[in-house]
């Protein structure tokens, strides 16, 4: 299995971004599907998630960021608007095979190898 994300990079604060995760291997229409980050010299912090029709996310991101999936292309995708300096970090797509969401990131089996997103003041 492998997740294989996309989308990032510099941009300047107000801009916007997509990113994609691409998941091959196996089919994950049923579980859901999610968004971390990571900024320098901190944890991994939840962002985003997505079941079979509902959507969560971080009150940091609410109102900016907009989660959303193709399953047939086993694909989940986060649309980043009015980014902000603070997003500055590397954003991982994962995995948890179930069908509740969670925050923390040892609940999720898959993740993808990042993709950098740095939000210039």
């Known amino acids: 299995v492998q997740l294989q994300a996309s989308g990032g990079g510099l941009v300047q604060a107000g801009a916007s971004l997509r990113l994609s995760c691409a998941a091959s291997g196996r089919t994950f229409s049923s579980y859901v599907m999610g968004w971390f980050r990571q900024a320098p010299g901190k944890e991994r912090e939840f962002v985003s998630a997505i079941g079979w029709s509902s959507t969560d996310y971080a009150d940091s991101v609410k109102d900016r960021f907009t989660i959303s999936r193709n399953n047939a292309k086993n694909t989940v995708y986060l649309q980043m608007n009015s980014l902000k300096p603070e997003d500055t970090a590397v954003y991982y797509c994962?995995?948890?095979?179930?069908?509740?969401?969670?925050?923390?990131?040892?609940?999720?089996?898959?993740w993808g190898q990042g993709t950098q997103v740095t939000v210039s003041s």
């Open positions: 994962a995995v948890r095979l179930a069908t509740d969401y969670s925050t923390r990131p040892k609940d999720y089996g898959y």
